[in-house]
C-alpha cells in the first residue's frame, strides 16, 4: 500500500455515502419531472401518463405573461449586468494595483455576501419612494434590481478568464501599431468572448430563477414565472407547476451545458 | 515638424546614421529609498543596418533598455531617438519598431497569415498590399505551407518564425529581439542564429538581440553592448570584446580567463612573484585567456615559475592548472598532439609564457 498514492475512493463505506447523496439530491428533482406527465390532479397520486399539464400550461394566459415577463427581465439584467461586469473586468485587472483594490473588489461582490433578504428589504423601501416621487410603476425597478444582484455572477468567469490571458498580448498588440481601442476590439474582446459568454448565461440563469428580491420589488400585476408558481403554491396545487419547473429545468441545464461547453474550450 | 519632416523626405540634410540613439537614459522601478535602478545613465548608439547584440547576466537591465526603445516602458529622465527622431513620450504604436517576444506573443485566435498581416491591417493597408507582404513574408520564412494553420498547432522553431515573420512585415525601421531563441532546444537555437543572420541580411533592417548567451552574442553580432548592473560595460566588436575588454566583468562574463593581480611597470605589468611580462592597458588586474598561456621546461629563459596542480581532460585539449611562486593560480589550454599525451603530471615544476600581446592589464 506505501507506494500507492492515497485515495478517498478506498475509504470504507465511500460509495454508500457517494450514492445515497447522489439520491438525495436528484430523487426530489426526478420526482417533480416524473409528475409533471401524471395525468390526474394530484402532485402525489399517479393516475397515468399524459401530457395534459404542458398543454394545460401553455394554454393559461398568467403562465404565459409571467413567462415573456421572466424573459424580458432577464434578458435585459444579464446585457446590463454583464456590460457592466466586463468594464469592471478590466479595470480591475488591466491596470496596475491601485489603493484601494480590495475594498473595490469586495463591493463588487457585496450581492453575494449581503443576505438576499436584506437586499429586497432595501430595495423595497428605496424603490418606494421613488415609486411615489416619479409615479413610475414599470418593470425598469425589476430590471435596475437583477442587473445589480447579476453583477457578481457575470463578474467572475470574465475576471477569472482576463486573468488567465497573458498581458503580453495587448503589449505585442501595441508594437504592432494598434490602438488601444484596436487592441481592445481585435485581440482583448476576441480572446475574452467566451468569458463574457459565460458570465452573460449565468446572469441570466440566476435572474430567472429570482424569488425573493422579486417579490419585493414587483409592483401588481408584475409576476415572474417563479413568483407565479410561488402564488400558485399558497392555493390548489396542480401538476402545472410540475409542468412549467421541468420546462425551466430543461432551459437552465441546456444553458449551463452551453455555459460549461465555452469555458472549457480553449482553456 | 514641418521642415523636419521636408528634411526627412529629401534625405539629403538629416541623413541619419544612427538608427537608435539613447542619451543618459535613467529606468527606476518603485519610489524612495525602495526603488531600483534597473537602468543607470546609460548612453549607446546603434548605427542603421547593424546587428547589435545587449549582452548581460538576467537583471543586468538589457530587457529593460529594449522595453525603453519598444515604448512599453517610459524612463525616468533621458531621451531615445529613433532614425534621429525623439521618440521619448510616443507610445508604442506610434513608433518605427516592431518586437520579437521572448514567449512570441502569438495571438492565439488568429491564424498564421492573420498573425502575419496584423500590424499592415491595423496600419490600414490596402488589402492588397495585406495580402501581397504577407505572402511576401512567409516565403521569406519558409512558411508558405502552414498559412492557414492555427498558431498552437506549431513548433517552437516554426511558431518562432511566425513571430518574426509578423514583426519585419511592417518593416520597422529597428527590429527589437527579446532572448528570441531561448526557449528552442540547442540544434534548433544553431539553425535559427543561421537564419537570423541571414534574414538580417536580406532585409537590411536594424537588428537589436538581447541575450545572456555569451556565445550566440560572438557569433552573430556586428557590436555587442555588454551590461551590469543597469550600466552599459563596453561597447565593441566581438573580437574586441573577447581580445580587449576594458573591465574584469566584462572579461570574466565573456569566455574563460584568468585573473592575476599586478601592477604597472614599465613595458607591461608585475606580477606578485616579481615576474615582469608584457602587457598593454592600465589597472591592477592581469588577464589572459586559457589559450594564450603555454606550459614549457622549467629552465627556459625568461619564462614564469609555477608548478602543475591539476590536469583535466577535454578530448581536444587539456586544461592545466597552474600555482606560481605568489601563489595565485591560472589555468593554460594546450591542445593536445595525436595520441593525447600532454607529456605532463602533477607536481611537475614548469615554466609558464605567455603569448605576445595578449596579455592586458584591466580595471578591477
Known amino acids: ?267 | 515638424m514641418f521642415v523636419q519632416s521636408v528634411f526627412n523626405k529629401c534625405g539629403v540634410f538629416l541623413d541619419n546614421q544612427e538608427a537608435v540613439s539613447a542619451e543618459s537614459v535613467v529606468k527606476s522601478f518603485g519610489q524612495g529609498p525602495a526603488a531600483v535602478r534597473a537602468l543607470d545613465d546609460v548612453s549607446l548608439t546603434i548605427r542603421k543596418g547593424e546587428f547589435f547584440t545587449l549582452l548581460g547576466p538576467s537583471g543586468c537591465g538589457k530587457t529593460t533598455l529594449l522595453r525603453l526603445i519598444a515604448g512599453f516602458e517610459m524612463p525616468t529622465s533621458g531621451t531615445i531617438l529613433l532614425d534621429g527622431q525623439d521618440v521619448t513620450d510616443l507610445p508604442p504604436n506610434h513608433r518605427p519598431v516592431n518586437t520579437v517576444f521572448q514567449s512570441y506573443a502569438l495571438f492565439p485566435h488568429l491564424s498564421v497569415r492573420e498573425n502575419i498581416g496584423f500590424a499592415l491591417k491595423m496600419l490600414g493597408r490596402p488589402n492588397a498590399e495585406v495580402e501581397a507582404r504577407t505572402a511576401a513574408m512567409l516565403s521569406l520564412v519558409k512558411l508558405d505551407a502552414l498559412a492557414d494553420r492555427a498558431t498552437a498547432q506549431l513548433s517552437g522553431g516554426q511558431q518562432q518564425r511566425v513571430a518574426l515573420a509578423r514583426a519585419l512585415a511592417p518593416q520597422p525601421k529597428v527590429l527589437l529581439l527579446d532572448e528570441p531563441l531561448s526557449a528552442l532546444d540547442l540544434k534548433l537555437r544553431k539553425e535559427m542564429q543561421v537564419e537570423l543572420k541571414r534574414l538580417q541580411k536580406e532585409t537590411g533592417i536594424t537588428f537589436v538581440f538581447v541575450t545572456h548567451d555569451q556565445e550566440e552574442a560572438l557569433t552573430m553580432s556586428d557590436r555587442i553592448g555588454v551590461m551590469s548592473s543597469g550600466k552599459l560595460q563596453q561597447v565593441a566588436s566581438p573580437r574586441e570584446i573577447y581580445t580587449a575588454p576594458v573591465n574584469r566583468f566584462v572579461a570574466d562574463f565573456i569566455g574563460e580567463t584568468n585573473f592575476l593581480p599586478a601592477t604597472s611597470a614599465p613595458g607591461g605589468a608585475r606580477l606578485g612573484s616579481g615576474a615582469i611580462v608584457a602587457a598593454e592597458g592600465e589597472g591592477t588586474v592581469l588577464t589572459i585567456r586559457p589559450e594564450q598561456v603555454q606550459v614549457v621546461g622549467p629552465d627556459a629563459p625568461g619564462t614564469i615559475p609555477g608548478t602543475v596542480e591539476n590536469l583535466v581532460y577535454f578530448g581536444t585539449d587539456m586544461h592545466v592548472h597552474l600555482r606560481l611562486g605568489d601563489g595565485a593560480t591560472l589555468v593554460a589550454r594546450m591542445l593536445l598532439p595525436p595520441g593525447g599525451e600532454a607529456g605532463l603530471s602533477t607536481a611537475d615544476t614548469v615554466g609558464v609564457t605567455f603569448t605576445p600581446g595578449a596579455a592586458r592589464l584591466i580595471r578591477e
Open chain 1, 1 to 267: 500500500m506505501a507506494e500507492r498514492s492515497f485515495s478517498v475512493a478506498r475509504l470504507p463505506g465511500f460509495s454508500t455515502i457517494a450514492l445515497g447523496v447522489f439520491v438525495c439530491l436528484y430523487l426530489p428533482i426526478v420526482t417533480l419531472v416524473v409528475y409533471s406527465f401524471n395525468g390526474g390532479p394530484s402532485i402525489a397520486v399517479w393516475q397515468g401518463v399524459s401530457l395534459h399539464w404542458y398543454s394545460e400550461a401553455w394554454g393559461n394566459q398568467a403562465v404565459k405573461d409571467a413567462t415573456i415577463r421572466s424573459l424580458i427581465i432577464a434578458l435585459c439584467a444579464s446585457a446590463i449586468a454583464t456590460t457592466l461586469a466586463t468594464l469592471a473586468a478590466l479595470g480591475t485587472t488591466r491596470r496596475a494595483g491601485f489603493k484601494g483594490q480590495t475594498v473595490i473588489y469586495v463591493m463588487i461582490n457585496q450581492p453575494l455576501m449581503v443576505p438576499e433578504i436584506v437586499t429586497a428589504v432595501a430595495l423595497l423601501i428605496f424603490f418606494a419612494s421613488i415609486k411615489v416621487a416619479t409615479g413610475y410603476q414599470g418593470l425598469g425597478y425589476l430590471i435596475a434590481a437583477h442587473s445589480a444582484f447579476c453583477i457578481p455572477f457575470a463578474y467572475l468567469p470574465i475576471r477569472a478568464r482576463l486573468e488567465g490571458m497573458d498581458t503580453v498580448l495587448e503589449t505585442a498588440a501595441a508594437d504592432l501599431y494598434a490602438t488601444p481601442w484596436q487592441t481592445f476590439r481585435h485581440v482583448t474582446l476576441p480572446l475574452l468572448a467566451p468569458g463574457i459568454a459565460a458570465g452573460a448565461m449565468l446572469a441570466f440563469v440566476i435572474s430567472l430563477d429570482d424569488v425573493v428580491i422579486t417579490e419585493f420589488v414587483k409592483s401588481g400585476g408584475q409576476d415572474t414565472l417563479p413568483t407565479y408558481m410561488l402564488g400558485q403554491l399558497r392555493r390548489a396545487i396542480t401538476p402545472e407547476v410540475n409542468a412549467i419547473s421541468s420546462v425551466l429545468l430543461g432551459l437552465t441545464v441546456a444553458l449551463l451545458t452551453v455555459f460549461f461547453l465555452l469555458t472549457k474550450r480553449r482553456n
